[in-house]
């Protein structure tokens, strides 16, 4: 045959399903571990310090290799460049199970380096392009939003599952915490069969006769170009380069809840294990909580709009962090936890929502992985700075300091605050944006 068919239109509602199961079987797995992985490493004779670096080389990975995956993906086809970001995700995850040294879990920080660059941005990306193939301008922050809302769940639920492993621990002559860590890997292969499963990409009109290897080629040749632009983008948009900016200073919050939460926890309750047993539902509920404060950023950003709802969730979560050094005892520290996670959830897909705004087709995710290389980098440098300072001082005394300087990144926000009353004075020449529910 020399006829080319057609590829099945995926309408928003399809394309919706896809992306929010996707989401799940992709964090789901991660709430497994998102408590445990510190006190993992700890427990497998790693310093604070050393966990630190580790988790720095995981982020520097990232900030090498955001914007060369991203312009391939772009380029070539958000699909392949997601499968192939679940295959490394499973080598990594298998490597963290068996590792007992510095340099085996090195390793498996890098593969994760590599696994989350390639993964920051495809399926984000191909879900807005879907939606906007069929249903052009539709606004997708109502989707986002839950995104937020399935991540959190899925997190929460595997927060919970991990804990109830712990507390299981049916394996007595090995330690409590290998059980979470082997149904992590599974759970990655599973999300990688769904990935083969679900996704589907129709290639654009003037690949449809080329062959693979050729394909590949052009799009290998295209993606530098790609990245250029993405780059001139930042050089010449004043909202987006302060949305950027604004990561920044947000990414190192996330060390103080997502790093030095657990290592604080177990300097409470007297050791690894017995916070691991714990942090198993308190980390359910911080996601759990996640996910409600994704749902009301939707509703805030109906009311207030979008850009203010961002800058009031992350000041307020910076404090949080803040607070969360200050206190003294674990109950008061869970509370504090819970609260910022609450906000980090609401925070999220409003930052999310504003970059789709700056951003094109043919960009979009460049755009997305410019903001997740900025946090990889402020993550990668701050990260085992902060662990200095920790065993140098105290684990409270680098939390506050993260968690006050996270606050100062809100002041980047006010270009895209003016962006949106302009765009909300401007009269309507077009049809009505369209939410995509």
Not at 39 to 68: D, H, K, Y
Not at 140 to 148: F, K
Not at 196 to 205: G, I, K, V, Y
Request: proline fraction near 4%.
């Amino acid at each position: 045959m020399t006829g080319t068919r057609s590829p099945a239109v995926v309408t928003p509602r399809a394309a919706r399903r896809v992306f929010l199961t996707l989401t799940f079987t992709r964090w789901f797995p991660v709430g497994l571990v998102v408590g445990l992985l510190t006190l993992w490493q700890l427990e497998r004779g790693l310093s604070v310090a050393q966990a630190m670096t580790i988790s720095s080389a995981s982020g520097l990975t990232i900030f090498v290799l955001e914007l060369p995956t991203s312009g391939f993906a772009d380029a070539f086809g958000r699909r392949p460049v997601f499968v192939v970001s679940a295959v490394v995700n499973v080598v990594a995850s298998g490597i963290l199970l068996v590792a007992h040294s510095f340099w085996a879990f090195l390793t498996a920080a890098v593969l994760t380096g590599i696994f989350r660059a390639l993964d920051s941005g495809p399926l984000e990306a191909w879900f807005v392009d879907t939606v906007h193939a069929t249903a052009p301008g539709a606004d997708v922050d109502g989707s986002l939003a839950a995104q937020g809302t399935v991540l959190g769940v899925g997190i929460a639920a595997g927060a919970l599952v991990s804990g109830g492993l712990v507390w299981w621990h049916p394996f007595s002559g090995t330690s409590a915490l290998v059980l979470p860590v082997a149904v992590f890997v599974t759970l990655n292969v599973v999300h990688l069969l769904a990935v083969l499963a679900l996704l589907r990409e129709p290639r654009s009109t003037e690949h449809l006769d080329t062959s693979g290897a050729r394909r590949a080629l052009t799009s290998a040749k295209e993606s530098p170009t790609v990245v250029r632009e993405g780059l001139g983008m930042l050089r010449d948009n004043a909202v987006l380069r302060g949305l950027v900016t604004v990561e920044l200073f947000w990414s190192v919050a996330m060390i103080v809840f997502e790093t030095f939460q657990p290592i604080r926890l177990a300097e409470l309750v007297g050791g690894e294990e017995r916070a691991g047993a714990i942090m198993g539902p308190v980390a359910a509920a911080g996601w759990a909580v996640f996910a409600v404060g994704a749902a009301l950023a939707g509703w805030s950003s109906r009311r207030i709009g979008v850009a203010r709802t961002a800058i009031v969730a992350r000041v307020l979560n910076g404090a949080g962090a803040v607070v969360m050094g200050l206190v003294a005892g674990p109950a008061a520290l869970v509370a504090a936890y819970g609260v910022t996670y609450l906000l980090h959830g609401s925070a999220g897909p409003m930052h999310s929502a504003l970059l789709h705004r700056e951003a094109r087709s043919r960009n979009r995710a460049t755009v997305l992985s410019m903001n997740s290389m900025v946090a990889s980098v402020a993550f990668g440098v701050a990260a085992p700075l902060l662990g200095l300072l920790a065993e140098r001082t105290s684990t409270q005394v680098a939390m506050v300091t993260a968690g006050g300087f996270s606050i100062a990144g809100a002041w980047f926000y006010r270009r895209a605050l003016r962006a949106e009353r302009r765009h909300a004075t401007l009269p309507r020449t077009n049809a009505p944006v369209v939410p995509v529910e």
